[in-house]
Each structure stands twice: as structure tokens, then as C-alpha cells.
T-cell receptor, first 109, second 114 residues
């Protein structure tokens, strides 16, 4: 079965603290994983993808095939990071994205 | 460059009615995907159109149908509306139907079925 699990619906941390948003996936093929973000009153937008291996807005995510995880991390949270974050898996062939249910991140001042 | 647009923004229908939602893809994009996002859930894939042909479908009944036009804009049609169809409907456009191409999302259409 193709599934993406984000175990935390809500996550609250203080400004300057480290952040980790968890994502686990289930997929028999070679996974292509993404993190999408939705800021307040804005549309869903791509934050980063694992194949790029880049850091965006201080966020990084490493694909761990052994643990089937793609956790999103940032060493020092900022207030502007408050948003809804979705982990997504690309199902190749079907070219569809399978999303987790999302984690609402709140950064407290 | 124009981003993805969707119309209408909001829509209220009653059970049994039919609805058509519209999406204009980002300039230069030839692929459109539709997603349903119920309250408190992540988006769920409905189907994708590439160059006017359906290119993949999720687990949705046949009363969900779509079209893509020569200018790559797209419609989502839902017949015999049910209460559970109440959701935010998202359209996303991308270039090409293969590979991990970034999908650019529209603002969505909020459908309420009474």
C-alpha cells in the first residue's frame, strides 16, 4: 500500500528551538519525496524535494530508506515558519502525489 | 508568468446536483492534476490530465470526471453530489507527465454540499 504518515497533527516550539516534523512512508517502488508548505492565506507550495538535497529557508530533509522516513528539520525555528506542512510521495507511472494529513507548526515567540 | 487560477472560489450546492470547477494552468504547463482536500486532511489525488488525455486516476467513483482543453486549462465535473463531496478542490499544474516535476497549486475551490 502507498501511504504517507505524519504522526503529529500539531507541533508547537519556541523561537530559536530546533524543529523536526516527522514523515514516514510506505511504498514498494523507489520513493520520490517532497515537503509542501501552506502559510496562512496562501496556496500550497513546494518547500523541498529529496532529490535536490538542498536547504530551503534553513530546512533540510534526509531520506532514510531503512526507516522509510523523510523527516523535516530546522536547527533554529523562526516565527515565520508557522504554517501547515505536508509530506508527499510521488507514485511513479501514475504521476500522483500521495499526501500525509499534515502537521500544523506553531512557533511561539 | 501567470500562476494557477481556479474558479469559482466558493460554491454551495445541494445533494444530487452537478458541479463544474475550472482551472487555468500556469503558463507553459501541459499537465493538470486535481486533488480533493477534506477538512483536517491532506490533499487526495483525483486524476491527472496530460495533453488532453487522462493520465492516472485515484480512488474516486466515475461520477468524478474531467476534461483538459487544447490550451491546457481543465475542468472537474462531479455528478450526483453527496454530502461527503464537501471539500476544498485543488488544481495543480506541471510540465510533463514523467519524473518528479514540481506541481504548482492553485488557491482551490471550496465546495459545500447541503
Amino acid at each position: 500500500a502507498q501511504r504517507v504518515t505524519q504522526p503529529e497533527k500539531l507541533l508547537s516550539v519556541f523561537k530559536g528551538a530546533p524543529v523536526e516534523l516527522k514523515c514516514n512512508y510506505s511504498y514498494s517502488g523507489s520513493p520520490e519525496l517532497f515537503w509542501y508548505v501552506q502559510y496562512s492565506r496562501q496556496r500550497l507550495q513546494l518547500l523541498l524535494r529529496h532529490i535536490s538535497r538542498e536547504s530551503i529557508k534553513g530546512f533540510t530533509a534526509d531520506l532514510n530508506k531503512g526507516e522509510t522516513s523523510f523527516h523535516l528539520k530546522k536547527p533554529f525555528a523562526q516565527e515565520e515558519d508557522s504554517a501547515m506542512y505536508y509530506c508527499a510521495l510521488l507514485i511513479q507511472g501514475a504521476q500522483k502525489l500521495v499526501f500525509g494529513q499534515g502537521t500544523r507548526l506553531t512557533i511561539n515567540p | 508568468e501567470t500562476g494557477v487560477t481556479q474558479s469559482p472560489t466558493h460554491l454551495i450546492k445541494t445533494r444530487g446536483q452537478q458541479v463544474t470547477l475550472r482551472c487555468s494552468s500556469q503558463s507553459g504547463h501541459n499537465t493538470v492534476s486535481w486533488y480533493q482536500q477534506a477538512l483536517g486532511q491532506g490533499p487526495q489525488f483525483i486524476f491527472q490530465y496530460y495533453r488532453e488525455e487522462e493520465n492516472g486516476r485515484g480512488n474516486f467513483p466515475p461520477r468524478f470526471s474531467g476534461l483538459q482543453f487544447p490550451n491546457y486549462s481543465s475542468e472537474l465535473n462531479v455528478n450526483a453530489l453527496e454530502l461527503d463531496d464537501s471539500a476544498l478542490y485543488l488544481c495543480a499544474s506541471s510540465l510533463g507527465s514523467r519524473g518528479p516535476n514540481e506541481q504548482f497549486f492553485g488557491p482551490g475551490t471550496r465546495l459545500t454540499v447541503l
